[in-house]
């Protein structure tokens, strides 16, 4: 679609409804700027930071002010102002500002990381199978060939347990 001022493609929609009258306006974002429909703002990622935190914090505040991070050094007033901690013991030191904010944005205060969707394995488990793929290749190099035997018959054996459970 294209501005309604000029030929540019159209980035700004705007519908208006009056008196059951649809008016629908469609600009490109210069036109738009210059009828003062929006403001030129660029992405402030700081100032996002300190909206959420500051809804999540509240009395806290200044409890949260006089921490600092004795490995680092960086204070929580200066992580607030940057929205970047300073090291990995910052989230212990900040920890009682830091997990409301985590859960709003994770949904979550732990990291648990992903697993591929195919794997029905436990992470466990599968280290146990590649460990016995290891000492079987160890054993075949080493010409240790009735051993090598040995684990291959034993990581058979879990595979197969582990394809019919």
């Known amino acids: 679609m294209k501005c309604q001022c000029c030929s540019n493609p159209a980035t700004v929609h705007l519908t208006d409804i009056v008196d059951n009258q649809k008016k629908e306006l469609h600009l490109c974002q210069a036109c738009a700027e210059a009828q003062h429909l929006i403001k030129h703002q660029e992405l402030n990622l700081p100032a996002i930071l300190q909206t959420l935190i500051n809804q999540h914090i509240g009395p806290q505040t200044d409890e949260l002010a006089r921490l600092t991070c004795p490995a680092c050094g960086i204070k929580y007033m200066e992580f607030r102002a940057a929205g970047r901690l300073g090291c990995s013991h910052d989230y212990l030191v900040f920890r009682v500002g830091l997990e409301p904010l ?64």
């Open 102 to 165: 985590l859960r709003r944005i994770h949904r979550a205060a732990r990291h648990v990381g992903k697993a591929p969707r195919h794997q029905k394995l436990s992470p466990g488990r599968n280290a146990e199978l590649l460990e016995l793929r290891r000492r079987l290749q160890e054993a075949v190099d080493s010409e240790l060939y009735e051993e090598a035997a040995r684990y291959l018959d034993l990581l058979r054996k879990k595979e197969a347990t582990d394809e019919s459970g």
